[in-house]
């Protein structure tokens, strides 16, 4: 309908459009850059959050004395949305490439946290005494039975935090930022270059499919016990 | 004969006495088991059946009394017994193979293979657990309790969760293999019938103390049409509802009777 000049160029560019875009834009090298930087955001927030995530929920899932300190105090900050953090975070870390990482980190945190913490928690009691009856040690009943039985919860903590990685980055680096895909989307819009505002948009709908397609691997990989 | 260290443990269970909060499950308990003996405990539910089983296994602790293996007395966990549960209790996300090998060293890979070998499941070392039924499930807790070489074995009603035929089947499997090792065994069930078909002694517990030892006297391989299998088993259910119990084992059964019983044991 684009191209027949049914919708007119400004509100929707046609697909030869932003495929010529995408192509003006790899041979300029700005597309990649802006990718390579929205990729490493991505990937390092979710790395640090996730880990951070992973130990605490391991931490107050195993303990119970990490449990009655960190659990509330954790369930009390995951209420704050973290993007009503964003004006805190540019006074502390400015707009430079901590502030995007932290908030990454933030949003991932919480729901890779709760499904661990919930996932060790609702491992059945009779299987670790049985563990304990045929000799297991601490660590031995950790790897062979604590661990695997609660990856399942463990995972869909991690496909649900890459929705939010992405999320937050995409928000972060619209608001504040001076490189990345959504960066390249605002700047855009101050050029009225429609096209390359779509282009953007199918970028990020591409990584999220390729990041959730990345779990789903893992996840098949890792239950492959439970088909 | 396989190599295996041939011995049973000799168990005293005295004055046993155990309590969940303020209700008494165990009264002053007394049961002597002697080596590489088998012996069945019956009883209605909530009589502390169970409960017994798990103090003999170290899982939970007693508040009064003492349980000695060849005299020395129980402290935390017991190693020497390995525990059968009702639920099977394997592990999901581990193969057959993995699952008998839960807490071998690495090297032992042989000795579970020979476990699963004992129990049939050769061809299934591969398949994970949901893909076992319920009676191959319950071969290789067997396989996962036995490979241990445990000198006493618990066995927490292992076949009331399987149909009448894998019941008869993993029945004579477990005999076979006790009577081939002759480790100590202790089985708890509501089966009278099992429990006549596959112990040296029915134990009957009511209101937590032993209230029924009966000694039962049939040659194995034990036939259930035999006369004498039927008293026995007549004999101490009619101790468990409490009605009086027959002096004469050669006084024929009642019919009447027999399916007054039927119901409550099924």
Redesign the interface.
Known sequence: MSWSGAIPERILPAPSQIIQAGIDLTITGELSEHMGISLWRALVGFLIGGIAGFVFGLLNGVFRFADLIFDTSIQMLRNIPHLALIPLVIMWFGIGESSKVFLVALGVLFPVYINTYHGIKSIDK??I????????NGK?LFF??IL??A?SSILVGIRFSLGVMWLTLIVAETISAQSGIGYMAMNAREFMQMDVIVLSIIIYALFGKISDMIARYFEGKL????N | MNSYDLQGVDVTIHQVKKKYDKREVLKGLDLQIKEGEFVAIVGKSGCGKSTLLRLV?G?ENMNDGSIKLDGTPLNG?N?QA??M?Q?G?L?????VMDNVC??LSSDAKNRAMQAITQVGLKERIHD???KLSGGQKQRVALA?ALV?DPSLLLLDEPLGALDALTRLEMQRLIESLWLERKFTSILVTHDVEEAVAISDRVILIEDGKVTLNQPIHLTRPRQRTNPAFSMYVEEILARIMNRKSKKNYSMLVNTEMESLFDPVNN
Do not use: C, T, V
């Open positions: 009779k299987l005494e049985m563990g304990k009856a045929y000799g297991l031995e062979q039975i695997p039985g990856m239950l492959k016990w439970n | 296994a899982l966990l190693k390995r525990m549960f639920d209790r592990l999901p996300w581990k193969r839960l807490g994970y657990p949901s996962r241990h």
